[in-house]
């Protein structure tokens, strides 16, 4: 049974940081494209970043390019997304994702999801 738990979220103010941890179990995080998505109320689920099973390849939505950083770790089979300089704009609900497969920022893609974990960025 595949399970992804998400964790590391809070409340923090402007400009400061938080590293999210998706602990995997049932897979092994370096064979699958993995993904942050994160989610606002009445809003459509967002990709944040993805880290590719191949070469490692990562990418960014525009937004946090520069500010967030995806990685991994193989010997926990945890992947990482550490947040800096966070704006009130990032605060939501943040997922991570995993599939057998190539990364996409479509949440479509991915078949393994995570419960989630609140950010909450204060002004």
């Known amino acids: 049974q595949v399970q992804l738990a998400e964790s590391g979220g809070g409340l923090v103010q402007t400009g400061e940081s938080l590293r999210l941890s998706c602990a995997a179990s049932?897979?092994?995080?370096?064979?699958?494209?993995i993904a942050w998505f994160r989610q606002v109320p009445g809003k459509q689920r967002e990709g944040v970043s993805c880290?590719?099973?191949?070469?490692?390849?990562?990418n960014y939505l525009d937004s946090v390019e520069g500010r967030f950083t995806i990685s991994r770790d193989s010997a926990k089979n945890t992947v990482y997304l550490q947040m800096n300089n966070l704006r009130p704009e990032d605060a939501a609900v943040y997922y991570c994702?995993?599939?057998?497969?190539?990364?996409?920022?479509?949440?479509?893609?991915?078949?393994?999801w995570g419960r989630g974990t609140q950010v909450t960025v204060s002004a």
């Open positions: 994702a995993a599939d057998w497969g190539v990364c996409s920022r479509l949440p479509t893609r991915f078949e393994y």
């Open positions: 049932g897979i092994t995080t370096e064979y699958y494209a």
């Open positions: 880290i590719s099973p191949s070469d490692g390849s990562r």
